[in-house]
């Protein structure tokens, strides 16, 4: 019961379609088996809702509200409803993100309307979220603030949306660890690496065409660790020990969650 009676408010806890649980699922299921309470925010409210219910099979309070993280007015309604229902806001996790469905590319390839739709998600949209949830919990004086970004902000990434808004919300995760430290607010960002999850495998496999099984056995030759990828437990897990007092010293920090791909290093082993 590491978090309990804390409230978390979870945004991207919905999933796309697939196979395997996605990470904000994940997230939320993890947290709610800790204790705490979860106000779970998601553009597709059905996929939120499915999120809340399987939280409260684990015996957790869970509410839901639809925003898209594109429209500040909606997350600013989403933090206020969590706030106005559970009276106070500990844990803000920030879980969206997207790449090859919102049209990136490489620099010579990409286009505008691609690249500002990414940015609003990825980079924007956080900022917002964090605009609106920041005065609450200086009010409070403490808080946790956790960002997904990914391993792609510093390995060799082909996609120029995905890596500058993933490399730009590690800078801003600096940003809050240090503007906030005073008011007893701690902030991270967790760096995925190659995960199972129905983002990176079942969408990639619907986007481009190609067949899912082929997908999984390519990533997972990439993987030093074990030859396979994480799961979104692995991104769960790490999201638990930085949300609890046991991570109560830890801010401004981005942990890789990539099986080693990051001090992979022998030339040759990646494209």
């Known amino acids: 019961m590491r978090l309990k009676d804390k409230v978390a408010v979870v945004i991207g806890a919905g ?3 697939g196979e395997t649980l996605g990470n904000g699922r994940a997230t939320v299921l993890r947290f709610a088996q800790e204790g705490a309470r979860i106000f779970a925010v998601d553009r597709d409210l059905d996929s939120a809702n499915e999120t809340a219910a399987m939280a409260r099979e ?16 909606e997350l600013k309604a989403a933090i206020e409803a969590a706030h106005a229902r559970f009276g106070r806001i500990d844990i803000l996790h920030y879980n969206v993100g997207i790449s090859i469905a919102g049209g990136d590319a490489p ?25 609106h949830a920041l005065p609450i919990m200086r009010a409070q004086r403490s808080g946790v603030i956790l960002m ?4 792609s902000a510093w390995e060799n990434y082909p996609n120029v949306a995905y890596k500058v808004t993933k490399a730009g919300m590690i800078a801003f995760t600096q940003q809050l660890a240090i503007r906030n430290a005073e008011f007893g607010i701690r902030a991270n960002a967790i760096l995925p690496g190659l995960m199972a999850t129905p983002m990176a495998i079942d969408v990639r496999s619907r986007a481009i065409d190609k067949p899912r099984d082929d997908i999984m056995r390519e990533r997972d030759a990439r993987v030093p660790l074990r030859g396979r990828q994480g ?23 981005s942990l890789p969650v990539d099986g080693g791909m990051l001090v992979d290093i022998a030339p040759g082993r990646r494209n």
């Open 231 to 253: 799961t979104a437990w692995d991104v769960a897990n790490a999201a638990l020990f930085l949300a609890s007092d046991e991570a109560n010293f830890i801010t401004g920090v």
């Open 15 to 17: 999933q796309s379609v």
């Open 148 to 151: 997904i970004s990914s391993i």
């Open 107 to 131: 620099v010579t390839e990409i286009t505008e309307d691609a690249f500002d739709l990414i940015g609003a998600v990825n980079l924007r949209g956080a900022v917002m979220a964090c605009k």
């Open 58 to 73: 684990a015996g957790a309070e869970c509410e839901t509200a639809r925003a898209d993280v594109v429209r500040e007015a």
